[in-house]
């Protein structure tokens, strides 16, 4: 079954669209993984000590290995993800991440990020699990490869 296209409010701006559309994607990597990737760095510069009792404290076991799991998805997978490169891979990895902060570490704050609720978490869950299911787009490594995950 076709659906029908939504009318253009303002149709002149058809051909823009048309060809910005594909710039979408690394938009979307670029948003979700330029955060990440500082998150990363800050973890990977202060060292592993403060994230695994991190992950000590919130009953997330073995903690030292999830802790060089969570730095090394949060640097190498986070530019992995801007670049575009093995972008399904990295964001089902990340979005798991987000998941398993949002339920076992934020949902007794509540929803609202202010209160360090699972509000924000939760929203770069959704993305990653689109980046995980659309993959990269047209301006990715992964397109220029010619082989993705």
Request: hydrophobic fraction near 50%.
């Amino acid at each position: 079954m076709e659906t029908a296209k939504p009318r253009l409010l303002v149709p002149a701006l058809e051909p823009l669209y048309r060809r910005v559309s594909d710039v979408s994607y690394p938009l979307i990597r670029l948003a979700v993984g330029g955060p990440m990737l500082v998150h990363g760095v800050t973890k990977l510069m202060s060292g592993p000590a403060p994230v695994i009792a991190s992950m000590a404290r919130n009953g997330i076991e073995p903690a030292a290995p999830m802790a060089y799991l969570v730095i090394f998805l949060e640097t190498f997978g986070a530019l992995a993800i801007i670049l575009g490169l093995f972008t399904r891979f990295f964001a089902a990895a990340l979005c798991i991440e987000s998941l398993v902060i949002a339920f076992l570490v934020q949902w007794p704050n509540g929803y609202s990020a202010s209160h360090n609720g699972y509000e924000m978490v939760l929203s770069w869950a959704v993305i990653y699990l689109a980046l995980a299911l659309r993959g990269g787009g047209p301006w990715s490594l992964d397109h220029k490869l010619g082989r993705e995950l």
